[in-house]
């Protein structure tokens, strides 16, 4: 049996309508995360995801990597590659502030654009860094501040969506 093969067989286990029956909103995105990380072979295999999974997805990786190491490391990682679709999927969920935080710190890239392409995406970076770690920084303290209930959006996105995620 593959490695891929091993996941999907490993993701029937998954009980959305138990994870969704926990009162910690916290919890079910974690648990959802997982599962989707998992699916998606920790984000080297998005494709595989619906488009509501990768909502949430996105979202999650996000959280994480700013709780981890900020901006720069956001951009740093594979998630770096999502950014733009990170600031629609915090739109989609409804969490508008952080969208606009987002939507900032992806600014700082020539033209607004962040490249997909992780070498290309480090590089500019390299050549961006010392102006744009300010900003960064900046945007570090507005996101830690949580202007959106991100974990109750997120988790209130996958109940009504429940079916994309089973």
């Known amino acids: 049996m593959g490695l891929l093969d091993f996941f999907r067989k490993s993701s029937k286990s998954f009980d959305l309508n138990a994870v969704l029956q926990n009162e910690d909103a916290h919890k079910v995105v974690m648990d959802v995360d997982d599962q989707l ?20 997805l996105y979202v ?19 998630s770096g ?7 629609v999927s915090l739109q989609e969920i409804g969490a508008l502030e952080t969208a606009t935080i987002v939507h900032k710190a992806n600014n700082e890239f020539p033209h607004g654009e962040v ?6 995406r480090i590089a500019i970076i390299n050549g961006i860094e010392e102006n744009a770690e300010k900003v960064w920084a900046q945007c570090d303290q507005e996101f830690y501040k949580y202007p959106d209930d991100l974990a109750g959006l997120l988790a209130k996105f996958i109940s009504e969506n429940r079916q994309a995620f089973e």
């Not at 994480?64 to 720069?72: K, L, Y």
């Not at 590659?81 to 600031?87: I, N, R």
């Not at 490249?115 to 290309?120: C, L, P, V």
């Open 115 to 120: 490249a997909r392409s992780k070498e290309a």
């Open 60 to 78: 999650g990786n996000l959280e994480r990597e700013i709780n981890n190491g900020g901006f720069s490391q956001f951009y740093w990682n594979s």
């Open 37 to 56: 990380n998992r699916l998606s072979n920790y984000g080297d295999d998005v494709d595989l995801l619906n488009d509501l999974q990768k909502v949430a």
């Open 81 to 87: 590659e999502f950014a733009e679709e990170t600031v």
